[in-house]
């Protein structure tokens, strides 16, 4: 029997930034982050874009175990070519790897 095993990680970051002279986090309209590159953006019009990078050292703490486990059956079918068990890949598949790839 074969199973799927979907698994769920929290990752927490933390990041100490400095900002530019003058401008306090009441300045802050809005931050934003995007593959561990923060952009601040003022109220007063002004963005820092990619300021600041967000350290992913430790990460691996967070992979020792996951926040979530589940799983449950695969269903198998049977290949309208050769009739062998497989496991679909994708819906609406109505063959086998090997069938489908001739
Ligand atoms: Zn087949």
């Known amino acids: ?3 799927r095993v979907d698994t769920r990680y929290e990752f927490w970051g933390y990041t100490e ?7 306090t986090s009441d300045d ?3 931050m934003y982050m995007k593959l561990c590159h923060g952009s ?3 109220k007063d019009g002004t963005t820092l ?3 600041f990078y967000e350290n992913h050292d430790n990460v691996h703490e967070y992979l020792i175990r996951p926040e979530e486990l589940t799983f449950e059956e695969v ?3 049977k290949c309208e070519k050769c009739e062998e068990k497989y496991y679909p890949q994708f819906i609406n598949q109505t063959m086998c790897d090997d069938c489908e790839i001739e």
């Open 75 to 77: 269903e198998w079918e």
């Open 40 to 42: 601040i953006e003022f």
């Open 1 to 3: 029997m074969r199973i």
């Open 49 to 51: 874009e990619r300021y």
């Open 17 to 23: 930034v400095e900002l530019p002279e003058g401008k």
């Open 28 to 30: 802050i309209k809005e």
